[in-house]
């Protein structure tokens, strides 16, 4: 059983920052690709960042030169640093990863419950 958990979200002023952490817990063998996506209210998901287990990084456009993703494998831990933040990025951020366990030996996508961003002008 893997579980992916959020944490890290809240109410912050435009301009302001936050990070947000996603641990993946349960008999993980290897993690491959980790990503952050949200849903802003009466909109679609969208991919916001994604690191491969390589550390090559991919941004939404509206995001690069404000977000930075980051992993600590050793603590199976993906981040979410945001700066800069405005009143669009309003969402709930959820943690999504590629994950193989012990018992099953291929990569299996995993979601987490999601943590609300909530960005006020």
Do not use: H
């Not at 817990?25 to 690191?51: C, D, H």
């Not at 800069?84 to 969402?91: F, M």
């Not at 951020?93 to 995993?110: E, G, K, P, W």
């Amino acid at each position: 059983q893997v579980q992916l958990v959020e944490s890290g979200g809240g109410l912050v002023q435009a301009g302001g920052s936050l990070r947000l952490s996603c641990a993946a817990s349960g008999s993980i063998g290897s993690i491959n690709t980790m990503a952050w996506y949200r849903r802003a209210p009466g909109k679609q998901r969208e991919l916001v960042a994604q690191i491969a287990g390589g550390g090559r990084t991919n941004y939404e456009d509206s995001v690069k030169g404000r977000f930075t993703i980051s992993r600590d494998d050793a603590k199976n831990t993906v981040y979410l640093q945001m700066n800069s933040l405005k009143p669009e990025d309003t969402a709930v951020y959820y943690c999504n990863a590629d994950i193989s366990t012990y018992q099953l030996n291929r990569y299996l996508n995993y979601w987490g419950q999601g943590t609300q961003v909530t960005v006020s002008s």
